[in-house]
């Protein structure tokens, strides 16, 4: 069954480092999907991408992140200069044209 | 804006006990609801989903009935297994399908002892 992977499982990094979440969304899905949980919290939407482009965007998202597809089956999140509030569970998601979203198991980020 | 709120956990059960989750939800216009379940070291799995007042999702002899006048979408099992053991959250999104922006719960930890 195709699913959606996420690497790594579980990152450490210093506060002020940039880290790059990756994620291989399933092959022929279109819309691709960044959620995070911050722990003992709601799951929050991060950011929509389509065709290339960003389609929608919380307010969390600011210039600190940035997502990318940079070839035909990545789909990375980056942040720029980690604060310790990034600490974290980024989950990944895609879908194929509005159907049903299907989730990685998510990377789990610890900023010192 | 959006928002779901679900009843507050951990939860935790005897095997074949009844178990519900409270689910309330605040939207504009008709929006889609779900239940996601997350199996330890797992990802979030749709559970079931209902698209429209008093549509009745079910899957894996879990239930939860969209109730439009008291804006709810509560879980329920009548007997549940070790195995249902997960994180469930309940989540709402803006239009009538599954793939928009999802709107989450807090997320209810069960655990099923034996």
């Known amino acids: 069954e195709p699913e959606v992977t996420q690497t790594p499982s579980h990152q450490v990094t210093q506060m002020g480092q940039e880290v790059i979440l990756r994620c291989v969304p399933i092959s022929n899905h279109l819309y691709f999907y960044w959620y995070r949980q911050i722990l003992g919290q709601k799951v929050e939407f991060l950011v929509s991408f389509y065709n290339n482009e960003i389609s929608e965007k919380s307010e969390i998202f600011d210039d600190q992140f940035s997502v990318e597809r940079p070839d035909g089956s990545n789909f990375t999140l980056k942040i720029r200069s980690t604060k310790l509030e990034d600490s974290a569970m980024y989950f990944c998601?895609?879908?194929?044209?509005?159907?049903?979203?299907?989730f990685g198991e998510g990377s789990r980020l610890t900023v010192l | 804006g959006n928002s779901v709120t679900q009843m507050e956990g951990p939860v935790t059960l005897s095997e074949e006990a009844f178990l519900t989750i409270n689910c309330t939800y605040t939207a504009t216009g008709y929006p889609s609801l779900f239940w996601y379940v997350q199996y330890p070291g797992e990802g979030l799995q749709l559970l079931l989903k209902?698209?429209?007042?008093?549509d009745k999702g079910s899957n894996k002899g879990f239930e939860a009935t969209y109730r439009k006048e008291t804006t709810s979408f509560h879980l329920e099992k009548g007997s549940v297994q070790v195995s249902d053991s997960a994180v469930y959250f309940c989540a709402l999104s803006r239009q009538e399908t599954s793939g928009s922006r999802l709107t989450f719960g807090e997320g209810t930890q069960l655990t099923v002892n034996p």
């Open positions: 998601a895609s879908t194929d044209n509005f159907g049903e979203l299907f």
């Open positions: 209902a698209t429209k007042a008093d």
